[in-house]
């Protein structure tokens, strides 16, 4: 009986990848760490630097299937013209996504550059909007994947024709997100940050079969998410985040929260992280993490609370981050202002 469960879970993986248009986007656990993708108003946000730089890697069921998920991001984002504005700034970046899902090689690229303004309000609050435009291409190989009529109760037989017949293996849209984002910082150790962003606001159509079926328009994706940072003392800023996201028919809540602990004193040049995440009705997130002179490792891990973990044993996913913060010379007198709580 078990064998026969994990034949058809397998069997709609694999009829997912073809025919489910309207799914969740690709996505990050450390969703945090990943701020451009979330609300493009996030571009040049960055409370504690001028500039910044990350990679996030994801690997997804690799404990149940052949061919798992592999979700790959690369952004960069920075702060620019802060004194031709007054009291505010310009925010430019961009972010490469690369993901390959299932034994159909379903294989997606998205492109996108952002561009947001930041503007003071008074000394201890910051509103921004930001908007990105992007490129997005997705293809798959039809001869990977089995059909239900090609299974004969016991086998998936590759050589039975199908029914089944794509107008399209390789695709291309543009796409379109706009985002607000708020900051409330009322002494140097508290700071409150919260955001909303609506994705794919032009409803690209995305289908393999038909050029013109209204259906296969992509869902506007809505996010929420709020944050906080807290310096509890010379040694501990503890920073708690909340996030949600739906589209179409789905919809995802996570909620958490990560410390920062000073190992070097005043700079705090050195800091051990851990963190603990639950994605409601999905997955316990655990994180560790390291930093070091601005550079910053973390590595979470997804195990699965959800009725999935009968088949993967809780080996949800386990993903990676790297990412890297900066400053501008101040030989050009360039100004600075840091708000957020810092060791």
Known sequence: MKNKKTILLLLAFNIELVTFVQAQDLHFSQFFNAPL???????????????????????????????????????????????????????????ILSDVAGSGGLTSTKVYGSL?????????????????LGWANKRIDQSKLKFPDQFDGKFFDGNTPTSVQLTNNNISYFDMQVGLNYAYFPNENVYINGGYSIHHVNRPQETFFSDNVDSSKISMRHIGFVNAMLKVNDRVIINPNIYYTTQ???????????????????????????G?????????????GFEI?????TFSYDAT??????????????????MKKGYYSTSNGDTRQVICPRF
Do not use: C
């Open 293 to 297: 002179k601005n550079v910053r490792f």
């Open 37 to 95: 993708t979330i609300n493009p108003a996030n571009t040049g946000f960055i409370p504690d630097a001028d500039y910044r730089i990350g990679a996030s890697y994801r690997d997804q069921y690799s404990s149940i299937l052949s061919a798992p998920y592999k979700t790959v991001s690369v952004f960069g984002d920075a702060q620019v013209l802060r004194n031709q504005i007054e009291n505010g700034w310009l925010g430019l970046g961009g972010f």
């Open 116 to 132: 947001a303004y930041h503007q003071m309000l008074g000394n201890s609050s910051l509103l921004t909007a930001g908007f990105n």
């Open 305 to 322: 609370t959800s009725s999935l973990s009968n088949f993967n044993n809780m080996q949800g996913a386990s993903e990676f981050n790297v």
């Open 276 to 288: 603990l995440y639950y994605r409601a009705g999905d997955a316990v997130v655990p994180m560790i």
């Open 248 to 274: 179409a028919k789905s919809s995802e809540l996570m909620f958490g929260l990560n410390a920062n602990y000073n190992l070097s004193g005043a700079g705090g040049d050195m800091q051990l992280l851990a």
